[in-house]
């Protein structure tokens, strides 16, 4: 049920005709909706730029729910929803239709939240449009998206004009993956479980794998993703915050000023990547035609309208090395790609092989234990480790086996909420925890900056890759080097 504690609010979506709002957030809000989860006199407010009454915006977002929840729609579940539902048209670029916010707004008896679902070139204009027109108090929040610049420049001139208007406490950046249950699961598994709180070190870890596998293109966004390439859009913020959650030290409580620091100084610690290591450290591919799920699918530089001279790159592996006590000595590899065989998200934690083996009838070698750790499309947690077969006949076999907790089978009484549904409804309720705070945005874009000069300066050129493949060759020789391999 609903609680009763949390201040009612009056949600705005600038954008809100946008493909992220359409294909998210109205979405994720239907769905708090039908949980019951949203306060009884929150408001959902759509701002955009295009002549659309209250009750066009309506249908459009009743078209967006046909279109992605299929059967899923409630005829009195959206009666309720479509009831907090209003418009506003209003030129993001012009300070004074800002004013119209005030025939809406309730500040004494609602909170404030303003969603950019926009590109960030429009944020200096709402934020000064916000400020200008009177409508900000100290309860207001702001909720921002990916991506926050496209360097450590950018991103600091972006929050720069943010906290002008904003105080840092009242800014929620937002990245989907930390509203995972997988992602959120890792604070237990790690600091509720004394088997993993003991055993999760150098002394008993010999590396972790992070994989963030995309089966799709760039659908359709090219410009876009031209400029900005998957080292930016996916690592900078998704594989980094994953790191930062499995690498931290145990925070002093579940607050976000203690879990921000805790993780804002994994990112102090993450080993440089300069012209002289980068060949070694890490590798840059771009996907050529191929097949992916059975279908024929073309090269990046098909792609339509793309540039055939394009130097992008679409998947990234790299080593990465925490200098502190807890990890020394222990690398960490990621790589995420586009067309990739299948869509998949997860953390490999492989354990140390033991120093001597009594079952070498069994094995030759012991395999070590592994830890898996599934993100998508299936969350869960998978235990590899070995044990003796049945049987009477005087031998040990061992075999190995898996300890398998699939979030969907354990808890089937229990809806599973996607990332945005939680992340929104976090911002509802004022709980900072899960978002990022700007000098982790800033420690994260330090790291990359680096390598991207590095790239620039060595002229390193993308490998070609074929589409449903996991990468380039060369991805694979970037653990051959130190006698491992990708868990596949």
């Given at each position: 049920?609903?609680?009763?504690?949390?201040?009612?609010?009056?949600?705005v979506?600038?954008?809100?005709l946008?493909?992220?709002?359409k294909?998210?957030?109205?979405?994720?809000?239907?769905?708090?909706?039908?949980h019951?989860?949203?306060?009884?006199?929150?408001?959902?407010?759509?701002?955009?730029?295009?002549?659309?009454?209250s009750?066009?915006?309506?249908d459009?977002?009743?078209?967006?729910?046909?279109?992605?929840?299929?059967?899923?729609?409630?005829?009195?579940?959206?009666?309720?929803?479509?009831?907090?539902?209003?418009?506003?048209?209003?030129?993001?670029?012009?300070?004074?239709?800002?004013?119209?916010?005030?025939?809406?707004?309730?500040?004494?008896?609602?909170?404030?939240?303003?969603?950019?679902?926009?590109?960030?070139?429009?944020?200096?204009?709402?934020?000064q449009?916000?400020?200008?027109?009177?409508?900000?108090?100290?309860?207001?929040?702001?909720?921002?998206?990916?991506?926050?610049?496209?360097d450590?420049?950018?991103?600091?001139?972006?929050n720069?004009?943010?906290?002008?208007?904003?105080?840092?406490?009242?800014?929620y950046?937002?990245?989907?993956?930390?509203?995972?249950?997988?992602?959120?699961?890792?604070?237990?598994?790690?600091?509720?479980?004394?088997?993993f709180?003991?055993?999760?070190?150098?002394?008993?870890?010999?590396?972790?794998?992070?994989?963030?596998?995309?089966?799709?293109?760039?659908?359709?966004?090219?410009?876009?993703?031209?400029?900005?390439?998957?080292?930016?859009?996916m690592?900078?913020?998704?594989l980094l915050?994953?790191?930062?959650?499995?690498?931290?030290?145990?925070?002093?409580?579940?607050?976000?000023?203690?879990?921000?620091?805790e993780?804002?100084k994994v990112?102090?610690?993450?080993?440089?990547?300069t012209?002289?290591n980068?060949?070694e450290?890490?590798v840059?591919?771009?996907?050529?035609?191929?097949?992916?799920?059975?279908?024929?699918?073309?090269?990046?530089?098909?792609?339509?309208?793309?540039?055939?001279?394009?130097?992008?790159?679409?998947?990234v592996?790299i080593?990465?090395?925490?200098?502190?006590?807890?990890?020394?000595?222990?690398?960490f590899?990621?790589?995420?790609?586009?067309?990739?065989?299948?869509?998949?998200?997860?953390?490999?934690?492989?354990?140390?092989?033991?120093?001597?083996?009594?079952?070498?009838?069994?094995?030759?070698n012991l395999p070590?234990?592994?830890?898996?750790?599934h993100?998508?499309?299936?969350?869960?947690?998978?235990?590899?480790?070995?044990?003796?077969?049945?049987?009477?006949?005087?031998?040990?076999?061992?075999?190995?086996?898996?300890?398998?907790?699939?979030?969907?089978e354990?808890f089937?009484?229990?809806?599973?909420?996607?990332?945005?549904?939680?992340l929104?409804?976090?911002?509802?309720?004022?709980?900072?925890?899960?978002?990022?705070?700007?000098?982790?945005?800033?420690?994260?874009?330090?790291?990359?900056?680096?390598?991207l000069?590095?790239?620039?300066?060595?002229?390193?050129?993308p490998?070609?890759?074929?589409?449903?493949s996991?990468?380039?060759?060369?991805?694979?020789?970037?653990?051959?080097?130190?006698?491992?391999g990708?868990?596949?």
């Amino acid at each position: 049920m609903s609680n009763n504690t949390y201040k009612p609010c009056d949600f705005v979506i600038y954008g809100a005709l946008g493909d992220l709002s359409k294909r998210k957030l109205l979405i994720s809000l239907y769905r708090l909706e039908k949980h019951n989860l949203i306060e009884a006199d929150t408001r959902i407010i759509g701002v955009d730029r295009l002549a659309e009454t209250s009750q066009g915006f309506i249908d459009i977002a009743y078209k967006s729910l046909q279109s992605f929840l299929n059967n899923e729609i409630d005829d009195k579940i959206w009666a309720q929803f479509s009831q907090r539902l209003s418009y506003l048209k209003i030129d993001l670029t012009q300070a004074a239709e800002y004013q119209q916010l005030h025939s809406v707004l309730e500040p004494e008896s609602r909170v404030m939240v303003n969603y950019l679902a926009v590109a960030p070139f429009l944020f200096k204009s709402i934020c000064q449009g916000l400020h200008s027109s009177g409508v900000i108090n100290s309860e207001t929040r702001l909720v921002m998206e990916k991506p926050i610049g496209h360097d450590l420049k950018s991103s600091k001139e972006i929050n720069d004009v943010v906290t002008e208007v904003f105080k840092e406490e009242q800014v929620y950046r937002i990245d989907h993956y930390l509203g995972k249950e997988t992602v959120l699961n890792l604070l237990a598994l790690r600091f509720a479980n004394s088997i993993f709180t003991t055993n999760w070190n150098h002394n008993t870890i010999d590396h972790i794998q992070i994989t963030v596998g995309e089966d799709i293109g760039i659908e359709g966004r090219w410009e876009y993703f031209d400029k900005t390439g998957q080292l930016r859009d996916m690592l900078q913020n998704h594989l980094l915050q994953i790191l930062t959650f499995v690498a931290m030290e145990p925070p002093a409580d579940l607050s976000a000023e203690s879990i921000h620091s805790e993780k804002i100084k994994v990112l102090k610690a993450l080993r440089p990547i300069t012209a002289r290591n980068v060949e070694e450290k890490t590798v840059r591919g771009q996907y050529t035609s191929g097949y992916v799920n059975g279908k024929e699918v073309p090269g990046y530089l098909e792609e339509v309208g793309a540039n055939v001279s394009s130097t992008t790159e679409t998947f990234v592996a790299i080593r990465v090395d925490i200098d502190n006590w807890r990890w020394a000595g222990v690398p960490f590899y990621m790589r995420t790609g586009k067309r990739t065989p299948n869509k998949r998200t997860e953390i490999v934690v492989n354990f140390k092989q033991l120093p001597h083996n009594i079952f070498k009838d069994s094995f030759r070698n012991l395999p070590a234990n592994k830890l898996v750790i599934h993100l998508q499309p299936n969350e869960g947690v998978e235990v590899m480790m070995l044990n003796k077969v049945p049987g009477i006949d005087g031998n040990i076999k061992l075999q190995n086996t898996k300890l398998d907790l699939s979030f969907s089978e354990t808890f089937k009484n229990n809806r599973i909420f996607g990332g945005y549904e939680k992340l929104i409804l976090e911002a509802l309720r004022g709980n900072p925890t899960l978002f990022l705070s700007r000098e982790e945005i800033e420690q994260a874009w330090i790291w990359v900056d680096s390598i991207l000069s590095a790239w620039a300066n060595n002229h390193t050129a993308p490998k070609p890759y074929p589409a449903g493949s996991w990468g380039p060759l060369a991805s694979v020789a970037l653990l051959a080097r130190d006698g491992r391999g990708w868990e596949e």
